[in-house]
């Protein structure tokens, strides 16, 4: 077999993550959607960054692609800080209707896959 995949095109084509990463704000909405039931790929699509950047910075704290060690302080800061909140007032606080209105479109794509598959 001669013909080889081309890396530059690999590359050029992979979906980048954001430059600026994930503001705290955005961590704790990330965290508060989760905890409502958003799984982390829909999230991936909202947001636009890896999963590996959503555990690490927003839920646990812990993903493969990041160094391994304790909890991450973002993590962390960010599940006291909904702890110390409570659920509720956070969402109230930093979950956008933007946010929510992007989780719904994210969800209804996912349902549309799922018919057509069948």
């Known amino acids: 077999m001669n ?3 081309d890396r530059t095109l690999i ?10 990463g994930l503001t ?12 409502r039931g958003i799984k982390v790929p829909i ?5 636009k960054v890896g999963k590996n950047t959503i555990y690490y910075k927003a839920l646990t704290g812990e993903a493969d ?3 391994n060690s304790p909890r991450s302080n973002s993590a962390r800061d960010t599940n006291d ?21 992007a989780c719904n479109a994210e969800l209804a794509k996912d349902l549309e ?5 069948r």
């Open 3 to 5: 013909v080889q995949l």
């Open 11 to 20: 590359y050029r084509t992979k979906r980048r993550a954001r430059d600026d």
């Open 24 to 35: 705290q704000d955005e961590r704790v909405a990330i965290n508060l959607l989760w905890r």
């Open 43 to 47: 999230l991936t699509r909202v947001f």
């Open 65 to 67: 692609s990041y160094p």
């Open 81 to 101: 800080l909904i702890e110390r909140m409570g659920e509720e007032a956070a969402w109230k606080q930093f979950v956008t209707d933007e946010m929510i209105q």
């Open 113 to 117: 896959q799922m018919r057509l598959a």
